[in-house]
């Protein structure tokens, strides 16, 4: 069994940065592809970045958010994180942890944590 727990989310002022966390723990994680994803209310679920664990260190954004987001990741403690820079009141949005042996995009993982709240202010 995969368990993932994200932390880091929270209120900030529009600008503001925030990092998040998620940590895995269940099984090795040396093939597993990990990264985020987000809901804002009454919005679909959407992609926001992903990161291959292997060894390649492959990583992909949601277009609107590269240069502003960064995923990374920490194999030793199997954690990623995903730092949040310029934060818009758009990006306010519960954000998922997800994870699966295969890419998150376009298909989302089989593993989700339970999601931490990010609320950006004006």
């Known amino acids: 069994q995969v368990q993932l727990v994200e932390s880091g989310g929270g209120l900030v002022q529009a600008g503001g940065s925030l990092r998040l966390s998620c940590a895995a723990t269940?099984?090795?994680?040396?093939?597993?592809?990990m990264g985020w994803f987000r809901q804002a209310p009454g919005k679909a679920r959407e992609f926001v970045a992903s990161?291959?664990?292997?060894?390649?260190?492959?990583?992909h954004y949601r277009d609107s958010l590269k240069g502003r987001f960064a995923i990374s990741r920490d194999n030793a403690t199997k954690t990623i994180y995903l730092q949040m820079n310029n934060l818009e009141p758009e990006d306010t949005a519960v954000y998922y942890c997800?994870?699966?042996?295969?890419?998150?995009?376009?298909?989302?993982?089989?593993?989700w944590g339970q999601g931490t709240q990010v609320t950006v202010s004006l």
């Open positions: 990161i291959a664990w292997n060894g390649v260190n492959r990583s």
């Open positions: 269940g099984r090795t994680f040396n093939n597993y592809f």
């Open positions: 997800n994870a699966d042996q295969r890419p998150l995009h376009p298909r989302a993982g089989r593993y």
